[in-house]
């Protein structure tokens, strides 16, 4: 993620703490996930508030994000 041209969040899945299926069996095991539902996984470093000082969005700010996914799902 950019904040006016300036790079401020750059991460792979990789570096995740705990990776996809991991992830997916562990809440699986506590509720049924459906089609369409989104996992929140959290934020990696650079955001504005844990920054010294803290950097927040304001208005007139422009920001730019990239998501990439690849998805590979098995059938039985």
């Known amino acids: 993620m950019a904040v006016n041209g ?3 969040q750059r ?3 990789s570096q995740m703490i705990f990776d996809i299926p991991t992830i997916i069996a562990s809440l699986s ?6 089609p369409g539902d ?3 996984t959290g934020t990696p470093s650079g955001v504005g508030f844990a920054m010294n000082p803290p950097q927040y969005l304001k208005a007139g ?3 730019w ?3 990439i996914v690849s998805v ?3 059938t039985a």
């Open 6 to 8: 300036e790079e401020r």
């Open 11 to 13: 991460a792979r899945v």
């Open 29 to 34: 095991a506590g509720l049924t996930l459906e």
């Open 38 to 40: 989104v996992i929140a």
């Open 61 to 63: 700010m422009s920001w």
């Open 65 to 67: 994000r990239e998501l």
């Open 72 to 74: 590979n799902c098995a």
